[in-house]
C-alpha cells in the first residue's frame, strides 16, 4: 500500500508548483514525523517543487530542530558510553592491573553491560538518521535556491546573510551559513566572498572559507590567497587545501608568496598544495620556488592551453609537454578530460570537441594515458605514493562508477610504481572486489571488466613482478579467457627474460586462441619458431641462461626517480616525519603489546616506546606536546599541553619508561580526549594555536570506550575535526590492527598510514 505522504506528493506534481506553497507545507510538515527516508525526501522535494523563496524558513526551522536534538542525543549517548564503562569498570581494573579474570567474571561484566550497550546501539542509530536528515534539508535549501529566477534567489541570500551577521548562536550561524553554501550559483559564491571579509568569528571563518574552497571555482582563488595570511591558523590551512583543489595554474603564485613567512604545519599544507600542481619540489626554499616559477611560468600556461586546445596535434604535443616537465597540475587536468577528477566550478566537460575518426581518438587517449603515467611515475620519491594514492587510487576504490574504475586501472599501467603494481595484482587476482561504502561483492561481470583491464594494463609496468602477476592470469584457475588472452598478450608487451617461461606454460592451454596468442608471442620475443609447448620447453632449458630479449621497440618507459637524499625536516615517529610544533603522541599499551615486534627488535611496546622517546627528544624547543597511553582507558601525561623545554622532555621521558602493558583496547576515548585538548578550534580564547598534529598507534581492535564500530569511530572524528583541520599520522601495529580504521583516520585528515 503506498503511504499517505507519498500520495499527497503525487497528487501535489501534478499542480502547478507556484501556487502549492500551503500544501507542500502540510506535506513537509508530515514529512518531519516520518521515519522512512522515502517520505521525508517527498515533503523536502515537495517544498523545493514550490520555487517560492518562504519554504526556505520552513527548511531552515526543521535544520535548527535537528541541530538542538543532536546536540540532546550526543549528551544521552555519552551518558550510555558511561554506562558501558562502569559496568567493565571492575573487569578491567583487574586486567590493568595484570591480574588473571575468569571466564565467570568476564561473563558476568558483559551481561552488566549488554542492555546499556544495546541502548548505546540504538541511540547511535538514531543519531546517524538525524544526521542524514539534517543534510537532506540542507541539501533541499540548496535546490530551492536554484530553482528561484535570479532577482529572487539574490533577495533570499541576502536574506540569510544578514540574519546570519545579527545572531549571535554559533549553530544557527553555521546552518545559514551551510544554506548559502549549497547554492551554486554565483549570487551564492559572491555572498561567501563577502562572508570571508567580514566574519569576526574564527569558527566561522574557517566554515566560511570551506564553503568557498568546496566550490572549486577560479573566481575565488583571490578570497583564499587572501585568507593564507589570516590570523587563525586553521583558516590557513582551508585556504591552502582550497587552493590545492582548484585545478587552475593561477593558485600557484599565492603559494608561493606565503612560503617565506609559513612555518610548522602550515608549512607542510602550503607545500603539499604547490607540490599537487608543480609536480616537482623544493622544500621550503622560498627562492628556489620563485626562481621555478619565474623560469617554467611561460611554458606551463603553453602547456595548459595546448591540452585544452581543439587541435589534436596541439593536444599531443602538450600531453607530451605534461610527461616530460613532471607537471601535476597537467596530469591533474587530463584525468579531469577523461572524467576521473573533480572540475571547477565553471567547467562540465573538459572533453575536447573534436570530431575527427576513430584513430585521433584513440591516440588522445593513449597520450593521456602515457603522460599521466610519466608524471606519477617520476614524482619526487617520498611524495609518489601518497599523490598516486590521492589523485587515483583512493578514486579507484571510491567511485561507484564501472567505467570510471576501467579507466583509472588503465592509466594506473602507466604508473611504474610498486604501489601501482600491488593494486593491479589485486584486481588481476583472487581478491574480493567490494562495492564502494559497502561490503558486496561487485556484480561479475563489473569484476571481469577490471580483471580484464588489469592484465592490460600489467603490460606496461616494465618491471618482473608484472609477469609474475600475468603468469598466475594465463596458467591460473577459473580465468576467463579473454583475460588470458590478454595477460599473454601483455607479457609479450613486456619483453623481459621472466615472461618467457609463462608463455611457455601457455602454450598448454586447453583454449585455443590463448595457445595462438602464446606461440605469436614466442616467435616475437625470440625470432625463433619451435611449434609444440614440448619443443618450446627444451629449447628453454638450454638457452634459458644465456638468451636475453630483444630490444624491439617495444616501449620502455620512464623509470621511477630514485629516493632523494634525507631531507629531515622535523620530527619523526615510525618513520613519519611532521614539520608541526604541537603534536600529541596516542600510544597503545594493551597487554598485547608484549608481543614480539615484526621487526624482530624487541617487544612492540619497547619499539614504540624507543621511537617516541626519539620523537620527543628532537622537538623543537618552540614546540608544544603531550602524551596519551590507552588501554581499557587512558592516562594522559600533562592534562595541557607542554612546552618542550630540556627539562620537560626528561619528565616526558622518564613517564614513558613506566608505562606497562596491560589490559584492553580503547580507541575512541583516548582520540577524544586528544581533541579536547585541541580546545575551540585547535585555539582558545585568544586563538593561540593548541594542537595541529597527532600520531596515533595501534595493535588491535577496538574492544571498549564510548563507541566500537570503526565505521562510527571514523565518522565522529571526521564531525570533531571539520573545523580543527588536526592531522592525524596512523601506525598499525602487527597483522591484528584495524587497517580500515588506521587507514581511514590518516586519509580523512591528511595523515600518513604505516602498517609495521
Given at each position: ?62 535544520s535548527l530542530k535537528a541541530v538542538k536534538d543532536l546536540a540532546k542525543l550526543e549528551k544521552k549517548v555519552v551518558k ?331 592509466f594506473l599501467g602507466g604508473v611504474r610504481t610498486e604501489r601501482a603494481r600491488q593494486v593491479l595484482r589485486s584486481i ?308 591484528n590492527h584495524d587497517v580500515k580504521l588506521m587507514k581511514g583516520l590518516a586519509d580523512m585528515t591528511g595523515g600518513s598510514?604505516?602498517?609495521?
Amino acid at each position: 500500500m503506498i503511504s499517505r505522504l507519498v500520495l499527497c506528493a503525487i497528487v501535489l506534481g501534478s499542480v502547478s508548483p507556484a501556487q502549492d506553497i500551503h500544501a507542500a507545507r502540510r506535506l513537509f510538515k508530515a514529512a518531519t514525523k516520518a521515519t522512512v527516508t522515502r517520505e521525508r525526501q517527498a515533503g523536502i522535494d515537495a517544498l523545493a517543487a514550490c520555487e517560492d523563496p518562504r519554504a526556505i524558513d520552513d527548511l531552515l526551522s526543521a535544520s535548527l530542530k535537528a541541530v538542538k536534538d543532536l546536540a540532546k542525543l550526543e549528551k544521552k549517548v555519552v551518558k550510555a558510553g558511561q554506562a558501558i564503562g562502569d559496568a567493565l569498570k571492575s573487569l578491567d581494573k583487574q586486567g590493568d592491573k595484570g591480574r588473571p579474570v575468569s571466564v565467570g567474571s568476564l561473563q558476568a561484566a558483559e551481561r552488566k553491560a549488554a542492555p546499556f550497550r544495546q541502548k548505546l546501539a540504538r541511540l547511535l542509530a538514531k543519531k546517524r538518521s538525524l544526521q542524514k536528515w539534517h543534510q537532506m534539508l540542507l541539501a533541499g535549501c540548496g535546490i530551492l535556491l536554484d530553482s528561484i529566477a535570479d532577482g529572487p534567489r539574490g533577495e533570499a541570500i541576502a536574506s540569510q546573510v544578514s540574519k546570519l551577521s545579527r545572531t549571535r548562536d554559533l549553530e544557527e550561524r553555521k546552518t545559514r551559513l551551510a544554506i548559502v553554501a549549497q547554492s551554486q550559483s554565483p549570487a551564492a559564491r559572491d555572498a561567501l566572498v563577502e562572508l570571508a571579509k567580514r566574519v569576526e568569528d574564527g569558527v566561522l571563518r574557517v566554515a566560511v572559507i570551506d564553503a568557498i574552497a568546496a566550490r572549486r571555482d577560479v573566481q575565488t582563488i583571490p578570497t583564499l590567497a587572501d585568507a593564507l595570511e589570516d590570523d587563525v591558523w586553521p583558516v590557513r590551512v582551508a585556504a591552502a587545501r582550497g587552493l590545492a583543489g582548484v585545478t587552475s595554474i593561477d593558485c600557484i603564485p599565492p603559494l608561493i608568496a606565503c612560503l617565506a613567512s609559513a612555518e610548522g604545519r602550515f608549512l607542510e599544507e602550503v607545500l603539499e598544495a604547490l607540490i599537487s600542481h608543480a609536480g616537482v619540489t623544493f622544500h621550503d626554499n622560498d627562492t628556489l620556488w620563485r626562481l621555478w616559477w619565474k623560469d617554467e611560468e611561460k611554458a606551463l600556461r603553453t602547456t595548459l592551453e595546448k591540452i585544452s586546445s581543439g587541435s589534436p596535434a596541439k593536444q599531443l604535443g602538450g600531453m607530451i609537454a605534461v610527461g616530460q616537465n613532471r607537471f601535476l597540475l597537467g596530469a591533474r587536468r587530463l584525468l579531469a578530460q577523461e572524467g576521473l577528477g573533480p572540475l571547477n566550478a565553471d567547467e562540465h566537460d573538459l572533453e575536447p570537441a573534436t570530431t575527427v575518426g576513430s584513430d585521433v581518438v584513440v591516440s588522445l587517449a593513449e597520450g593521456r594515458r602515457d603522460a599521466v603515467g610519466r608524471v606519477f611515475t617520476q614524482l619526487p620519491a617520498n611524495l609518489r605514493s601518497q599523490l598516486v594514492s590521492r589523485f587515483l587510487i583512493d578514486p579507484l576504490q571510491t567511485t561507484g562508477s564501472s567505467d570510471a574504475r576501467v579507466r583509472l586501472i588503465s592509466f594506473l599501467g602507466g604508473v611504474r610504481t610498486e604501489r601501482a603494481r600491488q593494486v593491479l595484482r589485486s584486481i588481476l587476482g583472487k581478491a574480493r572486489i567490494t562495492t564502494p561504502g559497502t561490503d558486496e561483492r561487485l556484480p561479475s561481470g563489473d569484476r571481469e571488466r577490471m580483471r580484464l583491464e588489469a592484465a592490460r594494463a600489467m603490460g606496461r609496468q616494465g618491471h618482473e613482478a608484472a609477469a609474475r602477476a600475468l603468469r598466475e592470469a594465463l596458467t591460473g584457475f577459473s580465468v576467463k579467457t579473454e583475460v588470458r588472452v590478454a595477460a599473454a598478450r601483455s607479457l609479450r608487451k613486456l619483453n623481459l627474460k621472466a615472461c618467457v617461461f609463462p608463455l611457455i606454460m601457455g602454450l598448454g592451454s586447453e583454449d585455443k586462441e590463448v595457445r595462438d596468442v602464446c606461440g605469436e608471442a614466442l616467435v616475437a620475443m625470440t625470432g625463433l619458431e619451435h611449434g609444440s609447448a614440448s619443443a618450446w620447453g627444451t629449447w628453454w632449458e638450454t638457452s634459458r641462461a644465456k638468451w636475453e630479449p630483444k630490444k624491439d621497440g617495444v616501449a620502455q618507459g620512464p623509470k621511477p626517480e630514485p629516493a632523494p637524499a634525507e631531507h629531515k625536516v622535523g620530527t619523526r615517529f615510525y618513520g613519519i616525519e611532521t614539520r608541526s610544533k604541537h603534536i600529541v603522541f596516542i600510544l597503545d599499551r594493551s597487554g598485547s603489546m608484549q608481543l614480539p615486534d615484526a621487526k624482530g627488535q624487541g617487544s612492540k611496546i619497547s619499539v614504540a616506546k624507543n621511537e617516541l622517546t626519539k620523537a620527543i627528544t628532537s622537538l623543537p624547543d618552540n614546540a608544544t606536546f603531550n602524551i596519551i597511553f590507552y588501554n581499557s582507558t587512558w592516562d594522559v601525561w600533562r592534562k595541557k599541553m607542554a612546552v618542550a623545554t630540556l627539562a620537560n622532555r626528561k619528565k616526558a621521558v622518564a613517564w614513558v619508561k613506566g608505562v606497562q602493558e596491560v589490559g584492553a583496547t580503547n580507541i575512541f576515548d583516548p582520540l577524544e580526549r586528544a581533541f579536547q585538548l585541541a580546545g575551540r578550534g585547535t585555539h582558545d580564547k585568544t586563538y593561540k594555536l593548541l594542537l595541529d598534529t597527532i600520531f596515533f598507534m595501534s595493535d588491535g581492535l577496538a574492544n571498549r570506550g564510548r563507541i566500537l564500530d570503526p565505521r562510527q569511530i571514523l565518522k565522529e572524528i571526521e564531525d570533531m575535526n571539520a573545523l580543527k583541520k588536526v592531522r592525524i599520522h596512523s601506525i598499525g601495529i602487527g597483522p591484528n590492527h584495524d587497517v580500515k580504521l588506521m587507514k581511514g583516520l590518516a586519509d580523512m585528515t591528511g595523515g600518513s598510514y604505516v602498517a609495521r
